[in-house]
């Protein structure tokens, strides 16, 4: 067990402190080898040495020679010692019997004392420096002049002696005490750690965005595959319903076929019965010996017509080579159908933002704040706008894909498509889609039964579909030279695509009466 008396014996008498690396003289004093071998470079310039214990003088450099038994017994101390402070703290070096923790430690009796010595210590040395309980306390003493450490040196930036301020080579420098040197520090750490925090309170914040923007991210693209997934279901299934019909016509069309020819088979059968029967018959008469039977026959006309055709029944058009072509021909624009739907939702990733044009508007639309309503109304003209219900964005499309959609609220008759900007602002020709300046889709509820169109260059197309929605979306592909027409069911449905070459910028426009059109799509 670690005693006050053993620790004495292992200090060195030059640094105070407990040795390191010990090294024994020829006159048997122990030192540290690094303080021994600095007293030598002190007395190096005067070609004498001595031992600083005893002063035996040595008339060469001692040669340090380590003392391997002093090296053991300070490792095996300081292993107890450390051993001893890791169950009990700090321990009393008084106390030799049993370890009792330290209050005090004495910075110039380089000791840690109990509540009981510590009484004896304050009554004995009064003027002794006392600071918590510490293991070491050689880096509170100055590595110089031994003394403790007291002032702090402005200048070096160093905790220092008095002998170091009055002789020393901070001689004159500017120092404070050390709590007021302290304090100081405190103050600008204090300063430096409000800084760091408001940086940590904006890292967090900013940690906790980027979790957003990652979560609305993860978030978008689940429901993207979710929509990937939604949309390869229904091309399976629009698929296998296709090959269904398909196998299902081409059964139907083999019996069809196969009946038909079964019938022209079984008539043929007959006939071929009938013309064997007569072979026999004339046979027969060519046989016989008898002039008089032959000569009584009937006409041998009436047994075969020789103006009759051999092949009287029709059995062509059965081979299925027209109806084959229509089949591939339908299952391409099936196909194609499908391809459109993929192209729509992955080709073109964010709506274009529309914005209408209120200059271009017709007097008889009122454009919404937003700019992305118009709704039919009735008010004075003016020259230079539309002279019919319609209005066109302000932004033009020169290149590009782009998407926007359309919703149609309570219109009797609406367009919607795109146009060139130099189309006709007057006169009939300045309809959508009645000029080579526009293509447009409408739907009129009064008379077609909710039909769809597509109109360009006066040209009217019906489209087969009825109207089950009351939003469209556009498409454009303006390199390509597309121009499609979806309608926003579930599944989308795709209505038609025009083919031009585009040459013009274009602008979105579109056409009200009654009711109103609200572009959706825009960001």
Known sequence: MASAGLRKELNCSICMDIYTDPVTLRCGHN?????????????????????????????????????????????NFLSLQTHQEEITGICCTYCVDSPVPAVRSCLLCEASLCDKHLRVHIETATDHVLTE????????????????????????????CVSCSLAGEHRGHRVEMLDEASEKKKKKLRNVLQKLITKRRKTEERVRSLEEQRRKAQEKTSGKAERVTALFIDIRRRVDDLEKKL?????????????????VIQKLEIKKDELSRKMRHIEELCNMTDPLTVLQEPDTGDLCDPEEEEDDEDTGGHDGGDQGAELISHISHTLSDI????????HVQDPADILLDVNMASNNLLISDDMKTATWTLITETAERFQYYQVMSGRRFTSGRHYWDVEISRSVLWMVGMCYSSIDRRGRHSHIGDNNKSWGLYGELWYNNNQYSVIHDSKVIPLPHQISSDRV???????????????LCDPIRHLHTFTATFS???????????????????A
């Open 31 to 75: 030192f540290c080898r690094v303080c021994f071998e600095d007293v030598l470079d002190t007395e190096g310039g005067y070609g004498d040495y001595s031992c600083p214990e005893c002063r035996v003088r040595f008339h060469k450099r001692p040669r340090l020679q380590k003392n391997i038994t002093l090296c053991n017994v300070v490792k």
């Open 133 to 160: 309980p510490s293991i070491s306390m050689k880096n509170r003493k100055c590595s110089i002049h031994r003394k403790i450490l007291e002032y702090y040196c402005t200048e070096d930036a160093a905790c220092i």
């Open 247 to 263: 196998l299902s016509d081409i059964k139907r069309q083999e019996e069809k076929v196969s009946l038909s020819l079964y019938d």
């Open 339 to 346: 391809i459109r739907d993929i192209n729509v939702t992955f």
């Open 473 to 487: 979306r556009i498409c454009l592909d303006y390199e390509a030279g597309l121009l499609s027409f979806y309608e």
């Open 504 to 522: 013009e910028p274009l602008h979105a426009v579109l056409y009200v009466c009654k009711g109103s059109v609200k572009i959706s799509g825009g």
